[in-house]
């Protein structure tokens, strides 16, 4: 594999089983293999369709026989920032397999994100990384993001999420 040769693309319908298959490789090397439950079908509904909940970026690497490979991924959405009064783009997952890593395909995925966050005229571009992820961490510093301490995260999920939706309807 040559370094620079990749593109970024959009994703369109025909990349869900692939965007799938990215989505199961991230939670595998993260340790959280064991928590995904989406489906093809569920990416086709909530990526694909108007509205879509996210958005996909897709890039592929050229093999040195010049076939165009999937590299890697990013899935973004939109957020809000009330202090900026603009929306911003949360960066849900960024993804490059083992084998493509070094090649700035990264940093491709990320500069396009970049790209069409200005386009947008949003305020900011954040993401959670995991805290033992080093190498995320220190490619994350090297292209001048910061930690942002003064913030943790929270999730409301599962049967807490479906306890606290139904509570108070009784009365």
Same mark, same amino acid.
């Given at each position: 594999?040559? #370094?620079?040769?990749? &593109?970024? !693309?959009? #994703? /369109?319908? +025909?990349?869900?089983?692939?965007? =799938? #298959?990215?989505? !199961? @490789?991230?939670?595998?090397?993260?340790?959280?293999? $064991? %928590?995904?439950?989406?489906?093809?079908? +569920?990416?086709?509904?909530?990526?694909?369709?108007?509205?879509?909940?996210?958005?996909?970026?897709?890039?592929?690497?050229?093999? $040195?026989?010049?076939?165009?490979?999937?590299? *890697?991924?990013?899935?973004?959405?939109?957020?809000?920032?009330?202090?900026?009064? %603009?929306?911003?783009?949360?960066? @849900?997952?960024?993804?490059?397999?083992?084998?493509? &890593?070094? =090649?700035?395909?990264?940093? *491709?995925?990320?500069?396009?994100?970049? +790209? +069409?966050?200005?386009?947008?005229?949003?305020?900011?571009?954040?993401?959670?990384?995991? $805290?033992?992820?080093?190498?995320?961490?220190?490619?994350?510093?090297?292209?001048?993001?910061?930690?942002?301490? /003064?913030?943790?995260?929270? &999730? =409301?999920?599962? $049967?807490?999420? %479906? &306890?606290?939706?139904?509570?108070? %309807?009784?009365?």
């Amino acid at each position: 594999m040559s #370094a620079g040769r990749f &593109r970024v !693309r959009a #994703a /369109e319908r +025909k990349d869900a089983s692939l965007i =799938l #298959a990215f989505i !199961r @490789e991230l939670a595998d090397y993260e340790k959280l293999g $064991d %928590q995904v439950s989406a489906t093809e079908e +569920k990416l086709l509904a909530s990526l694909f369709t108007e509205p879509a909940f996210a958005e996909v970026l897709i890039a592929e690497a050229v093999a $040195d026989n010049g076939a165009m490979e999937a590299a *890697g991924f990013a899935l973004y959405f939109h957020n809000y920032s009330t202090f900026l009064g %603009q929306p911003g783009i949360f960066l @849900e997952d960024l993804f490059v397999r083992p084998a493509f &890593r070094g =090649l700035g395909i990264g940093v *491709g995925l990320l500069r396009e994100l970049a +790209k +069409k966050t200005v386009e947008r005229n949003c305020g900011r571009l954040d993401w959670m990384v995991l $805290d033992w992820n080093e190498p995320a961490i220190d490619f994350y510093h090297s292209i001048g993001a910061r930690r942002v301490d /003064e913030f943790m995260p929270y &999730r =409301l999920s599962g $049967d807490a999420l %479906q &306890r606290l939706a139904k509570s108070g %309807q009784d009365g």
